[in-house]
């Protein structure tokens, strides 16, 4: 949470970081588009080529900014322990990645990432190398960068988030109807009873 800065005279305070709806979706958003970009930089490396990792048209992974504003409004003070951070990011992140891969290979027959490659991996949908990463990148995230991106959200006036948050939600919709649509394309063109991975995993 961003807290009052400045006791001086003269000196300007900074409010508290009230985590509204209009201020949640403009963290959800913030991070789905980082997300998206931490995922195509890390399967550029992986894969070796440039891949959309999300599910959707575009460049924006919803996964990464569910975890960050359930975790911003969710963690409290519990924020100030790396340790707390560290547990929350391999255990809430291992989850949700578990359970959304699980969701859309039933849905649709399809896989969006597949770590079977990895070590310790638990039905290609987990792995332990990323449940690791997922922690220390609680850590830096919650301790360093998320107070500067409330502190920006703080000075957006508030009709602007909300017309932000208007047009967002209205794309957004528009884009999972259509990558729904997408998806049950290639399940309806699948054959055999294994789901299909739409991307290449590794080199």
């Not at 509204?20 to 403009?26: A, D, N, P, S």
């Not at 391999?90 to 859309?104: A, D, N, Q, R």
């Not at 109807?177 to 394309?185: L, P, Q």
């Not at 699948?190 to 991975?197: A, C, N, S, V, W």
Request: hydrophobic letters at 50%; glycine letters at 10%; charged letters at 20%.
């Amino acid at each position: 949470m961003v807290k009052a800065e400045g006791t001086g005279k003269g000196e300007k305070k900074t409010m508290p970081f009230q985590y509204g709806f209009y201020e949640l979706i403009l963290i959800f958003m913030f991070w789905g588009a980082v997300g998206w970009i931490i995922e195509a930089i890390d399967m550029r490396i992986e894969a070796g080529e440039f891949q959309n990792r999300g599910f959707l048209h575009m460049p924006f992974c919803p996964i990464y900014g569910v975890g960050m504003a359930l975790g911003s409004a969710g963690l409290g003070s519990v924020k100030d322990s790396s340790l707390s951070l560290f547990v929350f990011g391999v255990l809430f992140c291992s989850v949700m990645e578990y359970i959304v891969g699980g969701v859309l290979e039933k849905l649709f027959h399809s896989k969006w990432w597949d770590y079977s490659h990895m070590r310790y991996n638990i039905k290609g949908r987990v792995c332990l190398r990323n449940a690791v990463l997922f922690g220390f990148g609680a850590i830096v995230v919650f301790r360093f960068v998320e107070p500067m991106v409330e502190r920006a959200i703080l000075r957006i006036p508030m009709n602007m988030r909300m017309a932000v948050t208007m047009l967002f939600g209205i794309a957004f919709a528009v884009d999972l109807v259509a990558s729904a649509r997408r998806a049950w394309a290639y399940r309806e063109n699948q054959e055999g009873d294994e789901p299909m991975l739409l991307f290449k995993a590794h080199r």
